[in-house]
């Protein structure tokens, strides 16, 4: 990972940094099924999956494009949270300087909620991408491609959360009412879309 990666990722680990937590966190999530779902897909090549190689070629793939994606998501969205606080920590002495903080926080905070929502859509590509390996990978990657679908589920829902909470702060009724249109079509997605769950 690149330097600015290992920043985010390290920042999530760290409980007492207060300004990069679910957002990034589920990001990185969905990253790591996005991972899963690559590895599957070569390990179920030359006939170990029973489908042929063109098959999973491209899910592998789709797996690493979304891996990186969503990695890099994860970097954006605790930048998007270190802008809203930059906006609240603006002066406010003056009308002047009171309409530009209020202006760049808004801003910030239409941001950092599109960014979640993106993160969101990105993990049900990739439980897409573990719906087409379900009953078509390699047995022996089966625990591998369950916990692609939890990891993707998990992220998919932690951004859901985070767009929750931040849509309050947009004020642009139309961008609200866009972003609730386009949060409220991912829902049912975490729901369906899951690696098979082994039998209890």
């Known amino acids: 990972m690149?330097?600015?990666?290992?920043?985010?990722?390290?920042?999530?680990?760290?409980?007492t940094d207060n300004s990069t937590g679910g957002g990034s966190a589920s990001a990185i999530a969905g990253g790591m099924a996005a991972a899963l779902v690559a590895m599957v897909a070569r390990l179920s090549v030359n006939g170990a999956g029973?489908?042929?190689?063109?098959y999973y070629l491209p899910i592998a793939q789709a797996g690493a494009a979304l891996k990186?994606?969503?990695?890099?998501?994860?970097?954006?969205?605790?930048?998007?949270f270190d802008a809203?606080?930059?906006?609240?920590?603006?002066?406010?002495t003056t009308d002047?300087?009171?309409?530009a903080r209020t202006a760049a926080i808004r801003a910030a905070m239409a941001h950092a909620t599109r960014v979640p929502l993106r993160n969101a859509e990105l993990c049900t590509e990739v439980l897409a991408l573990v719906s087409r390996l379900?009953?078509?990978a390699n047995p022996r990657a089966l625990s591998d491609l369950q916990s692609a679908g939890y990891l993707a589920r998990a992220g998919?829902?932690?951004?859901?959360?985070?767009?929750?909470?931040?849509l309050p702060g947009v004020k642009d009724e139309a961008a609200a009412a866009e972003i609730r249109t386009r949060a409220a079509?991912?829902?049912?997605?975490a729901k369906e879309n899951h690696a098979q769950d082994p039998a209890v």
């Open 2 to 15: 690149t330097d600015e990666l290992t920043t985010a990722f390290l920042r999530v680990l760290d409980p």
């Open 50 to 54: 029973g489908e042929p190689d063109d």
């Open 68 to 80: 990186h994606a969503l990695m890099a998501c994860a970097d954006e969205d605790a930048q998007s």
């Open 84 to 92: 809203v606080m930059a906006g609240y920590r603006l002066p406010k």
């Open 96 to 99: 002047a300087e009171k309409a």
């Open 134 to 136: 379900e009953g078509r």
């Open 156 to 166: 998919l829902l932690g951004c859901l959360a985070n767009v929750d909470i931040n």
């Open 185 to 189: 079509a991912l829902r049912p997605q």
